[in-house]
């Protein structure tokens, strides 16, 4: 079965560093893969999207890659602030119609 | 642009009664919403997919006389918990995708979330 595997243990980072989650799926050829930010008690927020023929995305501070020979993307925050602090989920997705599989999300924790 | 709402945020029930949760997508068309429950710190469980006018799809395990989905018109879909006990006790968020270009459809807008709690 599909299979998406994310760091299940809590990152602490120190702020000004960059943050890397990792995002790993099995049993799985994704055509995009999605990234998605959640507070505590709210509703997950796009953040961005990454296509199969994409290897590197960028929006601000954040950089996505996506490795599909490793079936893995990497998810990058620089130059990291404590509002950064959160859960960050990545959800892989084929085609305009089918739902999407959430990992588990690893929780960043950026320090002061 | 690309607002869900959902309506209420919060509720407290006692067993036995039915809650309706409400999902509006505020700026956009939504021809598929999902529904979605989450314990706490856990992932996202899709419970089932929702499409315009016609019956929801639930997913393995789902109870679909007991959640109830109605997606009435492009901008608003349901989901009522039928006799709720306290193991319905949850966060159900639900998540809506423009139903623009294919594109578009590739992304999910998520509501606030309804915090659930069953006495």
């Known amino acids: 079965s599909q299979k998406i595997e994310q760091n299940s243990e809590a990152l602490n980072i120190q702020e000004g560093k960059t943050a890397t989650l990792t995002c790993n799926y099995t049993?799985?050829?994704?055509?995009?893969l999605q990234w998605y930010r959640q507070d505590p008690g709210r509703g997950p927020v796009f953040l961005l999207l990454i296509r199969e023929n994409e290897k590197e995305k960028r929006k601000e501070r954040l950089k996505v890659t996506f490795d599909t020979t490793l079936k893995q993307s990497l998810f990058h925050i620089t130059a990291s602030q404590p509002a950064d602090s959160a859960t960050y989920l990545c959800a892989p997705g084929s085609g305009g119609y089918n739902k999407l599989i959430f990992g588990a999300g690893t929780r960043l924790a950026v320090h002061p | 642009g690309a607002v869900v709402s959902q309506h209420p945020s919060r509720v407290i029930c006692k067993s036995g009664t039915s809650v309706k949760i409400e999902c509006r997508s505020l700026d956009f068309q939504a021809t598929t919403m999902f529904w979605y429950r989450q314990f706490p710190k856990k992932s996202l469980m899709l419970m089932a997919t929702s499409n315009e006018g016609s019956k929801a799809t639930y997913e393995q395990g789902v109870e679909k006389d007991k959640f109830l989905i109605n997606h009435a018109s492009l901008t608003l879909s349901t989901l009522t918990v039928t006799s709720a006990h306290p193991e319905d006790s949850s966060f159900y968020i639900c998540?809506?995708?423009?139903?623009?270009?294919?594109?578009?459809?590739?992304?999910?807008?998520f509501g606030p979330g309804t915090r659930l709690l069953v006495l």
């Open positions: 049993n799985y050829s994704p055509a995009y």
């Open positions: 998540s809506a995708r423009d139903g623009g270009s294919k594109r578009a459809q590739e992304t999910q807008y």
